[in-house]
Nanobody, 118 residues
């Protein structure tokens, strides 16, 4: 059973940057490549929302709230997906989750806290 392990969260001041990573363990390359991948976030008292998405062939799209500030990418060789977050705002404070979806699977990371202070 594959697992997604997130890292890179923490506390940062408004205007700062963080890079989140989501590494897929026990996942062969062909399975990794076949997955469509996303980052979601959930702030206290709010519903989980998708912030960024990357298809298996590298096409990306973003929520309007993060467009121009966040960049999603992946490294097939490292079985890892990234979320580069720049110009962070207090409204970006949330638990961030990575998600890999294919015809055969729907994996979620454990969630990682990102806190942006004003």
């Amino acid at each position: 059973q594959a697992q997604l392990v997130e890292s890179g969260g923490g506390l940062v001041q408004a205007g700062g940057s963080l890079r989140l990573s989501c590494r897929a363990s026990r996942m062969i390359l062909s399975v990794f490549w076949s997955n469509s991948m996303s980052w979601y976030r959930q702030a206290p008292g709010k519903q989980r929302e998708q912030v960024a998405h990357i298809t298996n062939d590298g096409n990306t799209n973003y929520a309007d709230s993060v467009k121009g500030r966040f960049t999603i990418s992946k490294d097939n060789g490292k079985r890892t997906m990234y979320l580069q977050m720049n110009s962070l705002k207090p409204d970006d404070t949330a638990v961030y989750y990575c998600n890999f979806v294919s015809d055969q699977n729907d994996y979620w990371g454990q969630g990682i806290q990102v806190t942006v202070s004003s």
